[in-house]
């Protein structure tokens, strides 16, 4: 069982950074046993993958959209993720979500709740 809370988003204008956090709490095994995901919902469109970082950071993964500008990155003794975001667009503009999962598992047992990131001048 985990359980996933994320923080840091807000209103940005168009060219500015964030970082998101992801800290989880865990009954069983630990922090560094899970995968962590960030995803992002905009109004209208489906949940889309953003990044993915494996438990002790050595593999990460981007979409082509944010690739070069974001970057995902995780502390294990704090047991929390981040995404740094930068050079930020309009089209960033979604609520996104961090989410955990076993290696080797296919889907994301469990998610957070989601923090809104609004891009605007």
């Known amino acids: 069982q985990v359980r996933l809370v994320e923080s840091g988003g807000g209103l940005v204008q168009p060219g500015g950074s964030l970082r998101l956090s992801c800290t989880a709490s865990?009954?069983?095994?630990?922090?560094?046993?899970?995968?962590v995901g960030w995803f992002r919902q905009a109004p209208g469109k489906e949940r889309e993958f953003v990044a993915a970082i494996t438990q002790y950071g050595r593999n990460r993964s981007y979409a082509d959209s944010v690739k070069g500008r974001f970057t995902i990155s995780r502390d294990n003794n704090a047991n929390t993720a981040y995404l740094q975001m930068s050079d930020l667009k309009s089209e960033d503009t979604a609520v996104y979500y961090c989410?955990?999962?076993?290696?080797?598992?296919?889907?994301?047992?469990?998610w957070g709740q989601g923090t809104q990131v609004t891009v605007s001048s």
């Open positions: 865990t009954s069983g095994r630990g922090f560094n046993h899970y995968v």
């Open positions: 989410a955990v999962r076993i290696s080797g598992a296919q889907d994301y047992g469990s």
